[in-house]
């Protein structure tokens, strides 16, 4: 089973700031990273699917990169709304599987 | 514009069975795989397993030997049954599209608690 390690777990960032949240792999998966937004109460919504392509009506300021074993997700200029915990997701090899996620609170 | 939505108990004894369906509307339960993934309170995504239209499917090795899902292209639904459950199988469950060209999931329901307590 490949284990999808993200971090940091929690970050709490004022408004405009850029987000970096980072996904490791334990072996190679390629490109087939995705990544999800999860608000309170509300179930995921895909942003990026094969690690940098942006899903349709997803803002820009959400991007994605990497390839092999290391992945991650950008926010640029953090906005209100995007407070939500953010997770990784492998579709290299079953079982399929999710990171852990990261807690974006805004300051 | 697709939409998916589970049904079912919201509480469910032990070691008895769980069993969901979801629906698929705006669109057609064909050509595509369905996925459930579920999430216990407070904790992060688990995939359990999807069937494709046809009926063919794929378990989580984790929980392949509790774990049965069908399809019923007619009703454009598609169902989970968990069975012998215990409190750790209480969880948010989600139905999920997987995208045509594969991989991620484009379309998810907005999950259903199933909780396990007698």
């Known amino acids: 089973e490949i284990v999808l390690t993200q971090s940091p777990d929690f970050q709490s960032v004022t408004p405009k700031e850029k987000v970096t949240i980072t996904c490791r792999a334990s072996q190679s998966i390629g490109s087939n990273l995705h990544w999800y937004q999860q608000k309170p109460d509300q179930s995921p919504k895909l942003l990026i699917n094969?690690?940098?392509q942006s899903f349709s009506g997803v803002p820009s300021r959400f991007s994605g990169s990497g390839s092999g074993t290391d992945f991650t997700l950008t926010i640029n200029s953090l906005e209100a709304e995007d407070a939500a915990t953010y997770y990784c997701h492998q579709s290299r090899s079953f079982p399929l599987t999710f990171g852990g996620g990261t807690k974006v609170e805004i300051k | 514009q697709v939409q998916l939505q589970e049904s079912g108990p919201g509480l469910v004894k032990p070691s008895e069975t769980l069993s969901l369906t979801c629906t698929v509307s705006g669109g057609s339960i064909s050509s595509y795989y369905w996925s459930w993934i579920r999430q216990p309170p407070g904790k992060g995504l688990e995939w359990i397993g999807y069937?494709?239209?046809?009926?063919?499917?794929k378990y989580n090795p984790s929980l392949k030997s509790r774990v049965t899902t069908s399809v019923d292209t007619s009703k454009n639904q598609f169902s989970l049954n968990l069975n012998s459950v215990t409190a750790a199988d209480t969880a948010v469950y989600h139905c999920a599209r997987e995208a045509r060209d594969g991989g991620y999931f484009d379309y998810w329901g907005q999950g259903t608690l199933v909780t396990v307590d007698s």
């Open positions: 094969y690690a940098s």
């Open positions: 069937i494709y239209y046809s009926g063919s499917t």
